[in-house]
Each structure stands twice: as C-alpha cells, then as structure tokens.
C-alpha cells in the first residue's frame, strides 16, 4: 500500500507521516528531501530548486513528476510527504497511491505555527516551541509544543535546530496560495476515480491523529 499525505504547506505531514510511519512500519519519502538530493548532483536543477524555494513557488511539476515516479514505481509500503502536489502529478501517481490523508487546518494556525518551527538541517525533522489551545469556526486546536530531548539538538542527528530560510509569513503565504491553485483540487479528483480519502483537522496532538488515521486506514 502507498499512502500520500496532502496538506496546506507547514501543517506538519513530515511529522504525522513519521508518526504513522512508527506504527506501521511504512517507509517514509519526503519530496523535498528527494529534490534537495537531485539539487547536490545536478547543477541545473540546483537553480531551479533554490529559485523555487526563495519565490515561494513549486519546482516545475514535469520534473517533480518524473523524479518520484522514479523512486516509488518498484516499491510498496511508503508514506508520500509532498506529492502529489498537482493535477498533472496526481495523474501521473495515480495508480500508485492507494489512501489519501486529507490534512485541514486554518490558515491562522499555520501561520502561528509556522513562526514557533525549528528543523534539523540534517534530517529535516521539525520541532515547535509554541503551546496552542484555540477554537476557530467550531474547531478546538490543542497542539503541544514539540521538543527535542536535548535543548536546541536535533533527537536523531544531534545537531543544531535552525528556522528555515522559508519560514516568512510572505514566502507562507505565497506557497498558501500554490497549494490552493494547484494541491487542492487532486482531493475532488482522487474522490472522483474512487480513491480512499482521509480527511482529518490538525488540531490534537500528532500521536493521537496518528492513531485516528491508521484505524480508518485498517478498518
């Protein structure tokens, strides 16, 4: 089975899909982890890439395509973090991918959120400082900080935490407005051609979703 996880950018798919992945013991590929590869060993898609993450704006969806068709068309048991991310993508994926996890959060809360993260600039893993109880629109978010075990060190590299060089409210609000142009519409396309669709409000802890979603997942 390959399960994708789509949502708003900072609503924390690498997160829940590591969590996930603890559970179930699915491989988890990340598509920015997978460009920033390609980007070390080709000097072309390198501009592209780093043009790409300074404007806000997805690496061109032809190239993206290919790459992780390439990295998922002999495999099974995976967690997609990141694609698809258009309809051409979708499309392209479509026969791979069997579940879709729908991530829904208010863009308030993204943006809080976002301004409280921390990464590992080693193995991307995101931690946030920020302890959010709020209720917007009938949604009550109770979100607790997530820390490293040691102060500012990443758990698994033992590095220094760092922001990342995208987390301005500008460049959030300029990849916002990407996933609602281009990511949305692949849920009402997914539904259309009988894909199973997960939808969940990311608004308790990521241990807790994570058990919610592998129920609906299995049962």
């Known amino acids: ?130 302890d959010l109880e709020k209720e917007i629109d009938g949604i009550k978010y109770k979100l607790p900080k997530i820390l490293p075990k040691e102060d500012l060190l990443c758990d698994n590299c033992k590095v220094k935490l760092v922001k990342r060089v995208d987390d301005t409210i500008e460049t959030l609000e300029k990849r916002i407005e990407e996933y609602e142009k281009h990511t949305l519409p692949i849920i009402q396309y997914y539904k259309c051609i009988g894909k199973k669709i997960i939808e969940i409000w990311l608004n308790l802890p990521v241990e807790e979703l994570a058990d919610k979603i592998i129920n609906e997942i299995f049962k």
């Open 1 to 130: 089975m390959i399960i994708a996880i789509i949502g708003p950018p900072s609503s924390g798919k690498g997160t829940l899909a590591r969590e996930i992945s603890k559970r179930i013991n699915y491989k988890v590929i990340t598509t920015s982890e997978i460009l920033k590869e390609k980007a070390k060993k080709d000097e072309n898609f390198r501009k592209v890439f780093e043009e790409s993450i300074k404007s806000g704006k997805l690496v061109p969806t032809e190239i993206v395509s290919e790459i992780v068709y390439n990295e998922i068309k002999n495999q099974k048991n995976l967690i997609l973090d990141g694609s698809p991310r258009t309809l051409y993508e979708a499309n392209i994926l479509k026969d791979f991918i069997d579940v879709v996890i729908f991530i829904k959060v208010h863009k308030e809360i993204i943006i809080e959120k976002m301004q409280h993260r921390l990464v590992c600039p080693n193995c991307g893993k995101s931690y946030n400082d920020l």
